[in-house]
């Protein structure tokens, strides 16, 4: 069985290998930045564990896992550019770092460059590896759009949320595992689960960032906690709460979300008070449970070797139990 960690150590080597600064500098530097500041590595991660789950060296996915990487981190960039962000994982954003045109050109230079990574591939797999890439990468900037559309919306549905999430970060998980299962020769039927299996695990991973985000611990939590009410985002906690707090609470909760305050302190400890007491934050744990649980069941259907079920199943629980 292969440990997670070899898979994400190799994939950076490969990627420091692949992605250097040339000439034009100011084009190539703040590429390299970005892909330097850190995260999870999660979807790289999970193309090779797709590839690796069907039976096939993992290191055939390596290119496949440099083009999701890559084009993870060109929609960071950009939508740090939409959101005036002046942090990401506690750095200089790109465009604060340099200027927004630079950022602007030196994402498109990603977005190209995460292309040209799946031109490894030949053949009826490249047909099918850029099939699921492209709608991948137009589903993600639907989820985006909706995110921006909810940001002047008064109410937003449960519905809504999820669908904009699954979208904005659930279907490129997914997209990952697939690729992997595509170069591994998977059938249709395989590749269409896998698929399945990370929608969903992406979907409990983005709520359990929700709720994190108000409930993680600050020593150990990679953003500012409390970073969605400071932003007066609508999250699942929100939505929740409006739909089940009491009249005098949803009033406390709206007048809250059009404040924007010098000093969160008190902002942050209200709202959290009302997700707790309106039952909104234990809804939300529940429903991380029951999309983590769909996940694991559809990936009881695959047809898998036990060993390599039990690989992705583990990821799937370290994932859920995360404290940061």
């Known amino acids: 069985m292969l440990d997670i960690t070899l898979f994400k150590d190799e ?11 040339t000439e034009p500098k100011k084009l190539y530097e703040p590429i390299t930045y970005i892909l330097d500041l850190g995260g999870k590595r999660l979807r790289p991660v999970l ?25 993870h981190n060109f929609t960071l ?26 950022a602007i050109l030196s994402g498109d230079a990603m977005l190209i460059l995460s292309y040209k990574f799946l031109e ?29 559309d909810f940001e002047t919306r008064e109410v937003v549905s449960i519905e809504e949320y999820i669908k904009m999430i699954g979208l904005k970060t659930s279907v ?30 992406g979907i409990a991973f983005q709520l359990q960032d929700d709720y994190l985000d108000a409930f993680g611990d600050p020593e150990t939590f990679g953003k500012q906690v409390g970073g969605d009410i400071i932003e007066n985002k ?15 609470q949803k009033n406390e909760l709206v007048a809250w979300y059009a404040k924007n305050l010098e000093s969160n302190a008190e902002k942050i400890s209200s709202v959290k008070q009302i997700f707790t007491s309106s039952g909104a934050a234990e809804m939300t744990k529940k429903e991380i449970k029951s999309y983590t649980e769909k996940a694991f069941a559809v990936l009881g259907e695959i047809n898998l070797e036990a060993s390599k079920m039990l690989v992705l199943r583990k990821f799937g629980e370290d994932l859920m139990v995360r404290k940061v």
């Open 234 to 248: 609508k999250t699942y906690l929100y939505i929740q709460a409006l739909a089940n707090a009491s009249e005098r």
């Open 11 to 21: 994939f950076l080597s490969f990627l420091k290998e692949e992605v250097q600064v």
């Open 77 to 102: 960039l950009h939508d740090d550019i939409m959101d005036d962000a002046p942090l990401r994982r506690k750095k200089a954003t790109v465009h604060e770092k340099w200027d927004v045109n630079t």
């Open 47 to 71: 193309a090779l564990m797709g590839a690796d789950a069907f039976g096939v060296n993992y290191k055939e996915a390596m290119h496949a896992a440099a083009a999701v990487e890559v084009f």
């Open 120 to 148: 490894f591939y030949e053949g009826d797999i490249y047909k099918q590896l850029m099939q699921v890439f492209n709608k991948t990468a137009l589903e993600v900037c639907e989820g985006q759009q909706y995110d921006m």
């Open 172 to 201: 490129l998980v997914a997209a990952a595992l697939k690729m992997g299962a595509v170069i591994a020769g998977a059938s249709e039927q395989d590749a269409t689960k896998i698929y399945d299996f990370g929608l969903n695990l």
